[in-house]
Structures are given as structure tokens and as C-alpha cells.
């Protein structure tokens, strides 16, 4: 399990990826080569791997999708350290917090 900031990655085993996942839409890279998790809200920083990859794109919206690993690579971010990721599959979360009353996407 890999956690930075608001992002959380879990391992999740290649018989284990749900059906039908690298039929979902694949997000694309940025201007800079990388894929991007997630873009704060209040920085413009970036939760973003860099290397071989294919983030699929989850329509469930506390999921961001399913991150397919190539070869070992980083994930990056301005404010976070380096996470460097082995080859594999990876269920990407938006990390939530409780606030009395409610639970909320933790904004990074």
C-alpha cells in the first residue's frame, strides 16, 4: 500500500483486477509526459507517475481507477517525497476524511 497526500495505492494482484477494467478509458498523459492521479485543488500540484503506465478511469467517483505498471517507476509530486513503484496493478483511491457530520474528499 502506497499512500501520498490524498492518494492512495493498493496492490491488487493481475487475477484480481475486475473485469472489463482495460476496456475503461485511458487517461491521457500531460504536456510533461506524465500521468496524472490527481491535480490539487489549491496548489496546482501534482500526484503523477512517471515511466510505463495506463491509468484506467473509474466512473465510480471515490475510485479513481486501476494504474497498470510496465517496469518500476515514481510516483512524483512537488510537495510529497518520491514513492517508487514496482511493476504491477494498482486500485487508485481519492483518500476521505470524517468531519463531524460527513465524510470528505481530503482536498491536498
Do not use: C, N
Not at 477494467?21 to 506524465?34: I, M, N, S
Not at 481507477?65 to 517525497?81: F, M, N, Q, S, Y
Amino acid at each position: 500500500m502506497y499512500r501520498q497526500g490524498d492518494i492512495l495505492l493498493l496492490p491488487v494482484d493481475e487475477g484480481a483486477v475486475p473485469v472489463g477494467v482495460t476496456g475503461l478509458p485511458a487517461k491521457p498523459r500531460d504536456g510533461r509526459g506524465r500521468i496524472v492521479l490527481a491535480l490539487g485543488e489549491v496548489t496546482g500540484h501534482a500526484h503523477a507517475v512517471v515511466g510505463a503506465g495506463t491509468l484506467f478511469l473509474d466512473p465510480e467517483p471515490t475510485t479513481i481507477g486501476h494504474l497498470k505498471i510496465d517496469a518500476p517507476t515514481r510516483l512524483v509530486h512537488e510537495e510529497h517525497a518520491t514513492i517508487s513503484l514496482p511493476k504491477g496493478w494498482y486500485k487508485v483511491v481519492r483518500q476521505r476524511e470524517y468531519i463531524p457530520g460527513a465524510v470528505r474528499i481530503i482536498a491536498d
